[in-house]
């Protein structure tokens, strides 16, 4: 079983839609989580930070089920430029405890006038 | 614009030739990684560079040779590769030591190896 997943997409959906992302993590012991996004051919950029009390900045939120290893990225009246692959990363304990960062194989977004 | 550099881009190699990928980063973090990434894979780590020492390597095999001089500068030295290794090589900066701190990364380079 692979330690971070992700749906396994595309999802391909029209503008102004709301879109959720859905991520599972099987190690208890991850102490940190994000979602960041790759565009095509680019690199990751940090999209959000995920916190247990659930995170929203503008038409993004993300939630964290830390009982259910469950991680999730909502996003409303999505806009063409949305379209990208969406990466869900664990990082297992901290940096100081020597913690990396976990990537799940992506979920490909495709937003269609 | 990324405060973490990438050079080359782009990269086309022959199994028997020796090549590097050079990252720099201007952020001041203090810890450096190489990840790579093949088609419809997760990205996986390589190397993990802490203040100059390197305190993970993920089992990568020895046709692949990283260097970090500074805190500053990484290399990946590459000889002997195999056409499997023909992915997206990129390279991240953080600062250690923060419990929520996030990767930069940089553009990566994509490597073919003919």
């Known amino acids: 079983r692979k330690e971070v997943e992700q749906d396994p997409g595309p999802f391909n959906v029209p503008e102004g839609a709301t879109v959720a992302f859905n991520c599972t993590y099987s190690?208890?012991?991850?102490?940190?989580f994000f979602w960041y996004r790759q565009d095509c051919r680019k690199e990751p950029k940090l999209l959000m930070s995920v916190y247990s009390s659930g995170n929203e900045d503008g038409r993004f939120t993300a939630q964290l089920n830390r009982a259910s290893q469950y991680i999730s990225l909502l996003i409303r009246d999505s806009k063409l430029s949305d379209s990208a692959t969406y990466l869900c990363v664990v990082r297992r304990g901290t940096y100081n405890q020597g913690g990396k960062l976990i990537f799940g194989q992506g979920t490909e977004l495709s937003v269609k006038p | 614009e990324t405060g973490v550099t990438q050079t080359p881009r782009h990269l086309v190699m022959g199994m028997t030739n020796k090549k590097s990928l050079k990252c720099e980063q201007h952020l001041g973090h203090n810890a450096m990684y190489w990840y790579k990434q093949s088609a419809k894979k997760p990205l996986e780590l390589m190397f993990v560079y802490n203040f100059k020492e390197q305190t993970e390597n993920n089992s990568v095999p020895s046709r692949f040779s990283p260097e970090c001089p500074n805190s500053s500068h990484l290399f990946l030295h590459l000889h002997t590769l195999q056409p499997e290794d023909s992915a997206l090589y990129l390279c991240?900066?953080?600062?250690?030591?923060?419990?929520?701190?996030?990767?930069?990364f940089g553009q990566g380079t994509r490597l073919t190896v003919v």
């Open positions: 190690n208890s012991a991850s102490q940190s």
């Open positions: 991240a900066s953080s600062q250690r030591g923060t419990s929520n701190t996030e990767a930069f």
